[in-house]
């Protein structure tokens, strides 16, 4: 299975098989014929909302911790990924559009992971921005017909679990950096980048214990790119937290051999979104945890001096580990200290 | 005291270093064979096995449509109702000048791409969009290694070229369309069935073995009943020698004995040089069997892909099973060769007992209990026919009939020889029947191996010329057309026969579909309604009318696999399609194919199958003129070279195909005779010692040694021309059986049985020369003894 | 004169001495002759060189004017197929052929088959009820039997003798050798007997030792 996973790994970030791996995912390899981000551009939607062919990475992120009716803490995410391996669309098997999709169901003691895999062109998998409808095999996100991206309907179902979720947004899309250009690295690497992070959630998780209801806070994130890491950086710390005061923060640190470089987004509880420029977030790791051979830091420190932040999160389920093609770790997190709430935590690029 | 008596043991071997020869040679010669046709039979199912799993084709459940096609649609709705599946489109490609088989798959979702070290420095890109990119081994890839597009991997199976499954779309003009669907070990919970959801569509979960492995079965089972004659025919000439060792020591063993060596200990040495001599053997038979594989396995690989479509490497792998196989062959081979020398060591009495009993074997109760027990053999095998019809109860059969007339051969030779002796007139002529009635015993298990392999001989080779006959004529009758067209799509294959129309007497298309037919891989093939096809072709059944309703769509054909294997003749109905059943109106030969096949009429064809390409077609035309035909047509349409065959090239090729199919066992023929021969050698010098007294006494009566040397010579030519003639009921009854049970049971056709006395005659001289051969040898030595040897058998007490 | 053997040397291949050397002697027609001497003086060997069984390096042998050293291997055949007949002290007999057969064996070779004369040696060695079987289920004395009648129905002019009781007891060896002569007697061949029995030496007309290679 190993070779396998390799294999579709080199596949999907495009690269000749057997070179070797730039960055995360081959993320920081260079973008060539590809569109590049240009900052200034406005983001328009519902456009936006749908596919860039042009870029060679795009992906619909959300994640989402919730407390079910039997009062247990669980949490989900549902990732769908584009990969272009070449800048256009085609009908049919010709297509270069690749796509990938997880789905996550985080429990205290368990942590259940499913994977999809799709070739573009043929209808297996795909994204409409209006009205707004991504999915892949089975699993969807679709928007109810003239509201965008806030009324989702949203499932996925994998060998031992399943999720069926209603999302309501009650606040406004932040934009990212500088109105959605979010730049990633010194030498000017950069994305685009906003985010819906005020979902309400409800619904039903099943797993093998069987139906339960569950309600929480959901955090969709969309971004993409052709070349969104420099070639030195190995892998990123991303956190989406919300507090109990209403206020939210997205904060993110590329690792590369020095101190890495950091990105911060603080929301208001009015949804006013105020970017912070490198250096303004700390990240200290606390504690780490051994998940599948190697150190994952699952206990941090987090500190943004510039909005009195100064707190611990800590891992839901320490070994939340995302078994698939690219390995990483994403699961819900706890914040204690000058704020509480709860939130959740990826990690890349630990080998 | 064992290192002294074991040395002394030896000693025997270094004054006779032509048994010790004769010993290992045999033994080897034995395990060779043996091994051989076992690292031939291993090395093909090994292919089939390595590539059902390469392909997937044992993955597990898998899904496909009883018309062989499925939309890529359905593929997505299935997907998009959550289950894992994985789409592959497949078919014939012509590369390089042969047909090879298109395999596309989904790299994304295939569960069995090859290493990843294959596509090491080769982009995605390339891979899933056009042109693309063409996995295949090194073999397969030899008539188009130029293609750009080619990328060498040892993990494709041979035969077979693997892609993407969108270049294959384009490759094989099938937009849209799916082979099977491989449904993937993991699925999500709570989906709704596949029946409901795809009611079209059957699951089928694949047997345990592959297609090419049920196929296959027959032929290796051929091969391996030869392989056991080889080892048997092998096995006499170490009994032989083996009986002839341990006759020649006997004084020794009785010496040693008699100074104080406990028989048990004795026979424990004797147990240690036989099994020493085995090992060494075995291991000069493996080298030996590996050359022979390795020569011929070539001729097998091509023969199972050409007939069966198997894919088999040409290379050989040594295998450690293979090797302890070949050595215990050995080991147990020289067990039972030396059996009898051991039991009568045990039982040796000290003191001697002169005189050997030389005459009670052959004319006495031990011929003739040998016979008894061959005529029960002979009736075992005929009832096993009986009560197990098929593959196996022909072979058991086979088996009793062999052994049978093998046991029988005693009395038979020795009846004949009374006969001779009692017609002789000569005291000489006299002399020489009765002598080699005497001889008889210690021949007898020698010409049981010459009658063995000329039956064989005979037997198959009777087998394969009747056959080879039949296929000619048949070539003949199904190759009507004087030209054969392939076109590169559907288009231009219209645009062909508009252009044919005005050209030639007539334009046969041929269209065919994959079906499933009887839950085996079958053929549906469409044929228009024309006198080529009336007067021509193979029917060996039909009902009155049958073109004229074959033409209205009210019937099919079916060829003779098809017939016989599911028992269906004219007036029986076969179902091609769940809804589709006609009667069957004739019944025609098909050889070279194992597939059962079924004939409607093009318009039938197309109504249900309408995506079945049109592109190839027969193509009548004065022959005179045909090539003139063929050159514009290339020249008209940009045609490649080989797009157009003429029927003497394509029956010339048919004809080369048939007889590499063949090579394998005319090779194996001509060793089980060479070993014949030997085995009928070591067994005269095995009598040689007992010889002596024999002949001795003539000589002294004024016959000389020149004489008793030619008398030696015309008593093997004797035997084995006796032999022969015995033979040859048995291989014509040997015949008989390959073609009217085994071939029916193996491949699904009846064969007429022709009589080739010519190959008899060839056959004949062949087993003189062998005899007199085998027998060349102690003739000239005879011939160069000096009397005072001869002497010495009156002067000496023995 | 019938045999005359003059000044004959035979030395085996890798022996250092001869085993005869430069022996003579000299047999008429229908005359019975002993030779005697110790084992392994030579006795056998100079019947083997007499009977043309093998060849030897000096000297001459004459069987009624025929010179041995004259003859090739296919002479010397016709010599033992015509004119000179062999009993031996054992391995006489062809295993193969009946009693029967054997008697009649040599005569035929010869083509000097007369069954009148074979059926009476049969019935005057005892032997008619044994035409049937085969050597090996005779006992010694018969067997012997069989080798004389075989070698008289030839009607030899010379029968050559190697010790052919040597097998047999006393008593059979006497019986045996009494018919024997009898018989050379009545078809008045001449007869070189080898024996190491001075009693049965005794009963021929003339004896000589063999002695260091010499005759005396
Ligand atoms: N074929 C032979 N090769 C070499 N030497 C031989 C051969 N036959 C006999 N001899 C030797 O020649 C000598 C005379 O042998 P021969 O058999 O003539 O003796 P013999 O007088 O007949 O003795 P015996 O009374 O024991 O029969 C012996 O020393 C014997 O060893
Ligand atoms: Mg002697």
């Known amino acids: ?351 | ?798 | 004169m019938l045999l005359d053997v003059r000044s004959v040397t035979k030395t085996y291949p890798g022996a250092e001495r001869p085993v005869l050397k430069d022996v003579s002697l000299s047999l008429d027609r229908s005359e019975t002759l002993a030779l005697t001497g110790e084992s392994g003086s030579g006795k056998s060997t100079l019947l083997h060189l007499v009977g043309a069984l093998d060849g030897f390096e000096a000297g001459e042998i004459t069987l009624d004017g025929t010179s041995y050293s004259q003859l090739d291997e296919a002479g010397r055949a016709g010599l033992r197929r015509g004119a000179v007949a062999l009993v031996f002290q054992q391995f006489n007999l062809i295993p193969a052929l009946t009693v029967a057969q054997n008697l009649a064996f040599h005569a035929r070779l010869g083509g000097a088959y007369d069954p009148d004369w074979t059926a009476t040696l049969a019935q005057r060695l005892g032997l008619a009820d044994l035409g049937s079987r085969y050597p090996e289920q005779l006992s010694g004395g018969q067997q012997q039997r069989v080798a004389i009648g075989r070698a008289l129905a030839l009607r030899p002019r010379l029968l050559l003798a190697d010790e052919p009781t040597g097998n047999l007891d006393e008593a059979t060896g006497d019986a045996v050798l009494d018919l024997m002569l009898d018989l050379v007697r009545d078809t008045g061949a001449a007869l070189f007997l080898v024996t190491h029995s001075e009693r049965i030496a005794a009963r021929l007309d003339r004896r000589l030792h063999l002695g260091s290679g010499q005759v005396a």
């Open chain 2, 1 to 798: 005291m064992t290192r002294w008596a074991f040395l002394a043991l030896l000693s025997h071997w270094r004054r006779q270093p032509l048994q010790l020869v004769a010993m290992i040679l045999g033994l080897a010669l034995a395990t060779g064979l043996w091994s051989a046709v076992q690292a031939i039979n291993a090395e093909a199912r090994a292919s089939y096995a390595a590539a059902a799993s390469r392909l997937g084709l044992s993955q597990g459940p898998t899904l496909t449509s009883p018309d062989g096609t499925i939309p890529s649609d359905t593929y997505v709705a299935l997907r998009r109702a959550g289950w894992q599946l994985s789409p592959v489109l497949e078919g014939p490609i012509r590369l390089g000048g042969r047909t090879l088989r298109l395999v596309g798959v989904d790299v994304l979702s295939y569960p069995a791409l090859p290493d990843s070290s294959a596509l090491s420095g080769i982009a995605p890109l390339d891979v899933l969009t056009p042109p693309g990119r063409l996995f295949a081994s090194r073999v397969t890839a030899e008539g188009f290694d130029g293609d750009p597009r080619l990328v060498l991997s040892q993990d494709v199976p041979a035969g077979v070229v693997l892609t993407d499954i969108g270049t294959a779309e384009a490759l094989l003009d099938r937009p849209g369309a799916l082979s099977r669907i491989l449904v993937l070990p993991d699925q999500p919970m709570g989906l709704a069935p596949l029946a409901d959801l795809a009611p079209q569509l059957s699951l089928s979960s694949p047997s345990a073995t592959s297609d090419a492995a049920h196929l296959t079965d027959s032929f290796h089972l051929n091969l391996t009943a030869f392989g056991l004659l080889s080892f048997a025919v092998g096995l006499f000439i170490v009994h032989g020698t083996a009986g002839l060792v341990m006759e020649q020591r006997r004084p020794l063993f009785r010496t040693l004995r008699a100074l104080g060596l406990p028989a048990r200990h004795l026979t424990l040495l004797v147990l240690a040089e036989l099994l020493t001599l085995a090992l060494i053997a075995g291991l000069l038979g493996l080298v030996l069997g590996y050359l022979v594989a390795a020569a011929l396995l070539p001729d097998v690989a091509a023969t199972l892909r050409g007939l069966y479509g198997a894919p088999v490497e040409g290379g050989l792998t040594l295998r450690p099973l293979w090797v302890l196989s070949g050595l215990a062959m050995a080991v147990v081979g020289a067990g039972l060769a030396g059996a009898r020398g051991i039991w009568a060591l045990v039982r040796l009495p000290i003191l001697a007992s002169s005189g050997m009993a030389l005459r009670s074997v052959a004319s006495g109760l031990g011929a003739r209990h040998l016979a008894l027990a061959g005529l029960a053999l002979i009736l075992a095998g005929y009832l096993a026919l009986r009560l197990m019809p098929g593959l196996t109860g022909g072979f058991v059969m086979l088996a009793g009939l062999l052994l049978g007339a093998a046991l029988l051969l005693p009395l038979l030779v020795d009846a004949c020889l009374q006969l001779c002796q009692r017609r002789a007139k000569g005291p000489v002529a006299q002399w020489v029947w009765a002598d080699m009635r005497v001889q008889l015993p210690g021949l007898s298990l020698a010409l049981m191996a010459l009658l063995l392999a000329l039956a064989a001989n005979i037997g198959v080779g009777t087998m394969v010329s009747s056959f080879r006959l039949t296929f000619t004529g048949w070539l003949d009758q199904r190759l009507a057309s004087e030209l054969y067209v392939r076109a590169a799509s559907d288009e231009q294959g219209a645009a062909i026969e508009r252009w044919l129309a005005s050209r030639a007497d007539a334009v046969l298309p041929l269209r065919s579909a994959e079906i499933t037919l009887a839950g085996q891989p079958g053929e549906l093939y469409g044929v228009a309604d024309h006198a080529t096809y009336r007067q021509n072709w193979p029917l060996i059944a039909s009902e009155p009318g049958v073109w004229d309703r074959v033409a209205a769509g009210e019937a099919a054909l079916i060829n003779e696999q098809l017939a016989r294997r599911e028992n269906l003749w004219p007036g029986d109905t076969v179902t091609i399609a769940p809804d589709w059943t006609l009667t069957v109106a004739g019944v025609y030969s098909d050889y070279g194919n194992p597939k059962g096949q079924v004939m409607v009429s093009i318009p039938a064809l197309v109504a249900h199958h309408p995506e079945v390409p049109n592109r190839r077609f027969g193509i009548r035309v004065d022959p005179a003129k045909s090539e003139a035909l063929a050159r514009d047509l290339r020249q008209s349409f940009d045609l490649p070279e080989e797009s157009i065959v003429d029927q003497a090239a394509l029956k010339a090729s048919s004809l080369a195909i048939f007889d590499k199919t063949f090579v394998v066992t005319g090779a194996l023929n001509v060793l089980t005779l060479g070993v014949a021969g030997f085995a009928i050698l070591t067994a005269l010098l095995t009598l040689w010692t007992m010889r002596l007294p024999q002949v001795a006494p003539a000589w002294a009566l004024g016959l000389t040694r020149a004489q008793l040397g030619r008398l030696e010579l015309c008593r093997s030519l004797a035997l084995a021309a006796i032999t022969a003639l015995l033979a040859l009921p048995l291989g014509l009854a040997l015949a008989w059986v390959l073609l009217n049970v085994i071939n029916v049971a193996a491949f699904g056709w009846r064969l007429p049985m022709y009589l080739f006395p010519a190959d008899w005659l060839r056959l004949f001289l062949l087993a003189l020369i062998a005899g007199g051969l085998a027998a060349a040898l102690p003739a000239r030595r005879l011939h160069r003894l000096p009397p005072a040897h001869l002497l010495r058998i009156f002067a000496n007490e023995r």
């Open chain 1, 1 to 351: 299975m190993n070779a396998r996973r390799r294999l579709l790994a080199l596949l999907l970030c495009g690269l000749p098989f057997g070179a070797l791996a730039q960055g995360f995912a081959g993320l920081g390899t260079t973008a060539e014929g590809f569109a590049i981000p240009e900052r200034g551009r406005a983001l328009t939607f519902p456009a936006d909302h749908g596919p860039h062919p042009a870029f060679r990475i795009e992906w619909w992120y959300l994640t989402a911790p919730l407390t079910g009716e039997d009062g247990r803490d669980y949490g989900i995410q549902w990732t769908l990924f584009r990969s272009a391996l070449a800048p256009e669309e085609r009908d049919g098997w010709s297509s270069p559009q690749i796509w990938m999709a997880h789905a996550a169901l985080t429990e205290p003691d368990r942590h259940h992971v499913a994977e999809r895999l799709a070739r573009g062109g043929i209808g297996q998998a795909g994204v409409t921005a209006a009205p707004f409808a991504a999915h892949i095999d089975d699993w969807q996100m679709t928007g109810t017909p003239g509201k965008g991206i806030d009324q989702l309907h949203l499932t996925a179902r994998g060998k031992d679990f399943a999720y069926d979720l209603r999302l309501e947004a009650s606040g406004p899309i932040v934009l990212h950096g500088d109105a959605g250009y979010s730049v990633k690295s010194p030498k000017g690497q950069a994305s685009y980048y906003y985010s819906q992070p005020g979902y309400t959630v409800t619904g039903t998780i099943e797993t093998e214990r069987g139906t339960v209801r569950v309600s929480g806070q959901g955090w969709l994130d969309r971004e993409w790119s052709s070349q969104p890491l420099a070639e030195d950086q190995r892998g990123w710390d991303w956190f989406s937290l919300s507090f109990d005061s209403g206020d939210k923060m997205m904060g993110f640190r590329l690792r590369d051999g020095g101190p890495g470089f950091t990105s911060a987004t603080w929301i208001g509880s009015d949804g006013s979104a105020k970017p912070l420029p490198d250096g303004a977030l700390t990240l200290e790791p606390l504690e780490t945890t051994t998940v599948e051979d190697r150190a994952i830091p699952t206990r941090w420190r987090v500190v943004l001096p510039a909005h009195g932040l100064d707190i611990t999160v800590g891992a839901m389920n320490p070994q939340a580990w995302m078994g698939t093609s690219f390995p990483y770790w994403e699961g819900p997190v706890t914040i204690t200290g000058s704020h509480t709430g709860r939130g959740y935590l990826e990690m890349t690029g630990y080998e």
